[in-house]
């Protein structure tokens, strides 16, 4: 969530001020994302129940930190063909990591604690995607200033402007590349555990935990 987060953040400051597009412009593009996981979200549940959250939970981090990076790589003089497949690849990759991610966890609840696990799912949601905000806000802003400091002079203050802020813009999109390679990592290093628990007959059974 701190790696989507700061992409949702950043995409309007580098489509509207970086390269200039209209807000309603920007808008039509950032709305491409929650259509990508109203429509793969269920089939990535569905999938999950099959072959489990693992291996869909790593692709989708995957996924999402492959068009983070080659979204870091978009210019001043990038074209909305060139801007929407990569980010058509970040939002596919959260769209197939969030249903099984949750699922895991839920699935690792004991019954009787299903809406503290729940609340806490909804709690982690909300913290990462406002540290990701707010780390991208402060980086971004940094990094402009950084940048607009190594602006040659010749250049008119506006374009000067603008180029600091796409290169910011770049260097910040970094970080959700590096949340999503953590995510991965623990995603791999994670092991299941069974734990007995009871059911309503008394009968102990066992519980994966993902």
């Given at each position: 969530f701190i790696a989507f987060a700061s992409l949702n953040f950043l995409l309007p400051f580098y489509l509207i001020r970086g390269l200039g597009l209209p807000?309603?412009?920007?808008?039509?593009?950032?709305?491409?994302?929650?259509?990508?996981?109203?429509?793969?979200?269920?089939?990535?549940?569905?999938?999950?129940?099959?072959?489990?959250?693992?291996?869909?939970?790593?692709?989708?981090?995957?996924?999402?930190?492959a068009g983070l990076y080659f979204m870091a790589h978009l210019g001043v003089n990038s074209s909305l063909a060139q801007v929407i497949p990569p980010f058509l690849l970040a939002s596919l990759g959260f769209a197939i990591f969030e249903p099984p991610n949750s699922s895991a966890i839920m699935g690792a609840v004991p019954r009787d604690r299903?809406?503290?696990?729940?609340?806490?799912?909804?709690?982690?949601?909300?913290?990462?995607?406002?540290?990701?905000?707010?780390?991208?806000?402060s980086l971004l802003a940094s990094r402009q200033v950084t940048h607009l400091a190594q602006m040659p002079a010749s250049l008119e203050p506006a374009e000067?402007?603008?180029?600091?802020?796409?290169?910011?813009?770049?260097?910040?999109?970094?970080?959700?590349?590096?949340?999503?390679?953590?995510?991965?990592?623990?995603?791999?290093?994670?092991?299941?555990?069974?734990?007995?628990?009871?059911?309503?007959?008394g009968t102990a059974q066992a519980r994966q935990r993902p």
């Open positions: 807000a309603s412009q920007a808008g039509m593009l950032a709305a491409l994302s929650p259509a990508v996981r109203i429509v793969v979200g269920p089939w990535s549940g569905w999938l999950s129940d099959k072959v489990g959250s693992r291996p869909l939970t790593v692709t989708g981090l995957a996924l999402t930190s299903l809406g503290t696990g729940s609340a806490m799912v909804g709690i982690a949601r909300q913290t990462g995607m406002t540290l990701g905000i707010a780390a991208a806000g000067a402007s603008r180029q600091a802020l796409v290169m910011g813009y770049q260097d910040t999109i970094l970080l959700g590349v590096f949340a999503a390679s953590l995510g991965i990592i623990a995603a791999l290093l994670t092991r299941g555990r069974v734990q007995p628990s009871e059911t309503s007959g």
